[in-house]
């Protein structure tokens, strides 16, 4: 099933904060955080596995709470470059499923100056 | 570059007409997936290889559509007798497989673009 993210859209100003929830009816083992720009490939930005460990990435970190099924990105001091459509993928472990991204339907975040 | 490749980045077709596309992971990666991506949706799951078989198709896949990775290392992806609905970005992406452990990073390519017409 595909995780379900929050907000679907934001709309910012350079420097303001923003979070982004991505959350799974089904036990997640990882939560993986990819950005996208029109028209181009997923970029990678992080990787959460199962123990809410917060990773960072320059001022773009995360959380995994795994009781609640769910993850958090968090945006400080945005800037224009931040802008794109960002996806969660939740892992799936067990079989032959081992190590395939679901994704859910993305949050498309706008920077304006 | 040693990133994922994908060629060619944009197919224009005629319905009914069949396409191949073909992905060149990061050398020493030996998991391999292909993904669709359609307009304002997220990455949908196709299948994916570890080395050269084939663990996992979904039923998305219908049977015009075959993925193969011969040797290990590239992979193609053949669309038969295509639909307007195949339109799609095709995605491929390659990751480590580190059993047991989730967390492999999956690296994606810039993608193939077709347009059936």
């Known amino acids: 099933q595909q995780p379900v993210q929050s907000p679907q859209a934001v709309i910012l100003r350079e420097g303001e904060d923003a979070v982004i929830n991505c959350s799974s009816s089904?036990?997640?083992?990882?939560v993986h955080w990819y950005r996208q720009k029109h028209g181009e490939a997923p970029v990678f930005l992080m990787i959460l596995l199962k123990g809410g460990e917060q990773k960072g990435h320059e001022k773009i970190s995360a959380s995994f709470n795994e009781k609640k099924q769910q993850s958090s990105l968090y945006l400080t001091a945005s800037q224009l470059s931040y802008s794109g459509t960002y996806f969660c993928?939740?892992?799936?472990?067990?079989?032959?499923?081992?190590?395939?991204?679901?994704f859910g339907q993305g949050t498309i975040l706008t920077v304006h100056p | 570059d040693t990133g994922v490749s994908q060629d060619p980045r944009h197919k224009i077709t005629k319905r009914g007409q069949n396409v191949t596309f073909r992905c060149d992971p990061i050398?020493?990666?030996?998991?391999l997936y292909w993904y669709r991506q359609t307009l304002g949706q997220g990455p949908e799951f196709l299948t994916y290889f570890q080395n050269e078989a084939q663990l996992e198709k979904s039923r998305l896949l219908s049977d015009r559509f075959s993925a193969e990775r011969p040797k290990g290392s590239f992979s193609t992806l053949e669309i038969q007798r295509t639909e307007q609905g195949d339109s799609a970005m095709y995605l491929c992406?390659?990751?480590?497989?580190?059993?047991?452990?989730?967390?492999?990073?999956?690296?994606f390519g810039e993608g193939s673009w077709l347009t059936v017409v």
């Open positions: 993928g939740s892992g799936s472990t067990g079989g032959t499923s081992y190590g395939k991204l679901t």
């Open positions: 089904k036990a997640l083992y990882s």
């Open positions: 050398s020493e990666h030996n998991r």
């Open positions: 992406a390659s990751s480590l497989a580190w059993p047991g452990v989730p967390g492999n990073t999956i690296y």
